[in-house]
């Protein structure tokens, strides 16, 4: 009977032992998926982060350009009222040179 009982023994035993590597397989691949799921959680965190950081650099960069984007508008248009004034003071003194030149014309 041991014969008989040994090959169905060899068999169970047989049977443990895959049934172990399995279970040690699949302990393996789960420590290593929750690594990989770990890691994976930290990327996205730090990639959500930076994009934050970049979104409110980038916000405050738009900020400062608008400011010196109006500042430059009221220099621009204080610079256009200056010139037109002294365009108006050249035509002044033109039509008053153009006065005397026709008196000095007249007088000599």
């Known amino acids: 009977m041991r014969g008989a009982s040994s090959p169905s023994g ?3 035993s047989s049977y443990n032992e895959q049934f172990r590597r399995i279970q040690v397989q699949l302990r393996d691949s789960e420590t290593k998926r929750m690594e ?4 994976m959680l930290e990327y996205s965190k730090s990639d959500v982060c930076l994009s934050k950081q970049k979104h409110t650099k980038l916000k405050k960069y738009l900020k400062e350009i608008c400011e010196r984007q ?3 508008l009221l220099r621009n248009q204080d610079l256009l009222k200056e010139f037109d ?3 108006a003071h050249i035509r002044k003194f033109a039509s008053s040179s153009e006065s005397l030149q026709k008196l000095k014309r007249v007088t000599f």
């Open 36 to 39: 990989l799921e770990r890691k």
């Open 10 to 12: 060899d068999a169970a």
């Open 85 to 87: 004034c002294i365009e």
């Open 70 to 72: 109006k500042k430059s």
